[in-house]
């Protein structure tokens, strides 16, 4: 899946946070086909399941009919053109979910091999919490962090000290 650029930085970084504000004897529901971070997850004694692939613009009967109690959504919501219908139809009560910050000297990811590995939206911090504030929840906790990355260059330097991850806890309100 990362072919040679595993986010480490991200996933303990991300991991952390949840621990911070998800205890493990509450059932998760993380959105997206299972992925490495899941694994790391469940090794920290989390239970957690996944959606299936399906496409959450068309279809939210995965989040309407889960049982858990609270959602993760790592970064999946750039990848949808409406994130707020699935927001909406959320039965769960907390949710922890993060998105790639939008930044002014990168274009915005698009794969050319894969139809679902494009980002429809690259958010500022502002537009994802008014996102959460009108689909009906609450934001209690938010952390910005970096990704930087070892190569040389104009942007390698950018991405030192410049924000990529936004990382929230929000609760219905």
Known sequence: MYENTFPNKRYKHTLHFLKDVVSTDQSILDLGVRNPFVTYMEREGYNVQN???????????????????????????????SPFTVLQDIKANKIVASVPLKLWFTPAYRSKTDMWDRHYHEFEDWQFDWLFEKAGWEIQKRE??????????????????TPRYYLIYATRK
């Not at 049982?67 to 999946?76: K, P, Q, Y």
């Not at 910005?144 to 000290?161: A, C, D």
Request: charged share 30%.
């Open 51 to 81: 959606t299936t692939g399906e496409d959450l613009d068309l279809d939210t009967t995965a989040v309407k009919n889960a049982d858990a109690e609270v959602v993760t959504a790592f970064e999946i919501f750039e990848h949808l053109l």
């Open 144 to 161: 910005k962090f970096t990704n930087p990355v070892k190569k040389l260059g104009f942007r390698p330097l950018l991405r030192l000290f």
